[in-house]
Structures are given as C-alpha cells and as structure tokens.
C-alpha cells in the first residue's frame, strides 16, 4: 500500500473505528438519555453483567478500554449505587466489583434496548450477510489479540 495511492476513507482501521464510534454515539445518546450512563460505565456494567465479579485490571482486558477510562466508569457506577468494591479475597492488593441490586436492575432493562438497537442497526443486512459479519469480525479480532500485525 503507497501513501500516494491510499485515502484515509478506504483504510480499513480507519473505517472500523469511525463505525464503532459512529455505533457507540448512537448508543451512547439512548444510554444517557433513559440511564444516565456513559459508553465506558455502560461497557462495565455490561461485563460484570455478563461474567460476574472482576478486579478493575480485568476489566480493563474484558472492555478493551485503557485504564484511566475503566477507573473512571467504577469510580461513577459505585458512587451511583450501581457497582460495589468488597475485598479480593485471593488477592489482598485489588478489590472485586460486582454490580449491585440496583446495577443489576438497570442492566436488565438495558439488555432488551441494546438487542433492539443492534437489530434496527443490522436491518440493512440479510441473514446471511449478519452471520458473516459476525465470522468477519471474529477473525479479525482474534487476528490483533493473538498476534503482533506490526
């Protein structure tokens, strides 16, 4: 690939991350608006919601978020109630986070928005288009997590 050849609109990273953005504001608008949670507290909450109680550095390698983002999100979600800190009992330096009664609550109500979401956002694709999408995806993520494409 020459530079003189390539347009930023036709790399494909480039692509991948203004959709996912583009994605994620979309959402981030309904999530704020009904739950007054942002895309990072959303993403926690979804994987607590999912896997149960982790440390923040897990969290961190489950959400693919940086640190700071993922310390943020905890930070807001335990404040509101959403998220609890107790003692990490095989590991006295961190503490698990789990969500709360409350935290469970809302997640709950945010799954079936979500699904319906990402239904009207896949609505131009046929079946078949979705399910390889999916594969699509698949491979490329496992292709930038297992190995070093630089």
């Known amino acids: 690939m020459t530079s003189q050849n390539t347009r930023l609109a036709d790399f494909l990273p480039y692509r991948l991350s203004v959709t996912s953005n ?3 504001n979309r959402i981030a608008v309904e ?3 009904r739950f007054g949670v942002n895309v990072p507290e959303w993403r926690v909450m979804a994987v607590l919601g ?3 109680s982790l440390t923040q550095r897990q ?3 489950a959400t693919f978020m940086d640190k700071v983002a993922v310390n943020r999100a905890c930070k807001v979600l335990v404040d509101r109630g959403l ?4 003692p990490n009992d095989s590991d006295g330096r961190s503490h698990l986070l789990e969500l709360t009664a409350s935290g469970r609550e809302m997640h709950g109500q945010i799954m079936p928005l979500a699904m319906g979401m990402e239904e009207r956002l896949l609505e131009c694709l046929t079946a078949a288009e979705q ?3 999916r594969k699509i995806l698949d491979k490329l993520f496992a292709q930038v997590r297992d190995t070093d494409i630089s």
Do not use: K, Q
């Open 59 to 61: 969290l961190v390698g």
């Open 31 to 33: 999530y704020r608006a």
């Open 131 to 133: 399910r390889n999408l």
């Open 83 to 86: 998220v609890e800190r107790r």
């Open 50 to 52: 999912d896997v149960g």
């Open 22 to 24: 583009a994605v994620s």
